[in-house]
């Protein structure tokens, strides 16, 4: 199962919610903001969250991150470098909206490790590290069901901004080329913001050659 949806705080995100259809267990990816619109989607779909995935750490990916954790005790996971942005407002941006994020507590997985899930094993999601738009960047693989949680290091026709701290030009082109241009053609990519692509729609672009 596959829940989309668009929760609206400073900017409008991409949130999912990806779940076990025989267990119920689910996963939350990014869940930027409207933490009760979230949790009435896990309740209505009978859902148990186990995990909070996240793709970067800035405030529009985690807002509603900690209100999440508070409510069902699921843990909040992110790439290396995650917890640096997660505690520290300047780096994840919430002090340029009034708003100051501050989350003390995130696991961090290791590179290419398949997320442990105790309520649904058989969902198999890998996170892969993609820097550039910020270090802690990384995109969520799931092979079984040709898809991609890639944040905001792609978009169709686009990839992410690199001028906001830990962005890079040459690192977000190499992670794109590296990590999810060798990821198969038929890839959904599911971005954080704006439609999903695939990586063979993505591959063509000129700027990438």
Avoid: W
Wanted: with cysteine; charged share 20%; hydrophobic share 40%.
């Amino acid at each position: 199962m596959l829940i989309t949806l668009s929760v609206e705080g400073v900017i409008p995100v991409n949130c999912f919610i990806y779940a076990d259809d025989a267990t119920r267990g689910a996963v939350v990816i990014d869940p930027g903001a409207q933490s009760e619109r979230i949790l009435s989607a896990l309740i209505e779909n009978k859902l148990l969250v186990e995990k909070i995935l996240v793709t970067h750490g800035h405030f529009d990916h985690i807002g509603a991150a900690a209100e999440l954790k508070s409510a069902t005790g699921a843990q909040i996971c992110m790439a290396e470098h995650g917890a640096e942005y997660a505690k520290n407002p300047a780096l994840n941006m919430s002090c340029n909206i009034g708003r100051k994020i501050s989350i003390p507590v995130v696991t961090t997985l290791n590179a290419d490790e398949i997320v442990p899930l105790n309520n649904a094993p058989s969902l198999k999601i890998k996170m892969i590290p993609t820097p550039g738009h910020t270090k802690d960047g990384c995109i969520y693989y799931a092979a079984a069901d040709n898809i991609a949680f890639v944040g905001d290091t792609i978009f169709e026709d686009s990839y992410g901004r690199t001028d906001l701290p830990g962005g890079d030009a040459a690192t977000i082109l190499k992670s794109i080329r590296e990590k999810i241009f060798t990821l198969p053609p038929q890839t959904i990519l599911l971005t954080g913001h704006g439609n999903p692509t695939t990586v063979k729609a993505e591959m063509g672009r000129a700027y990438y050659n």
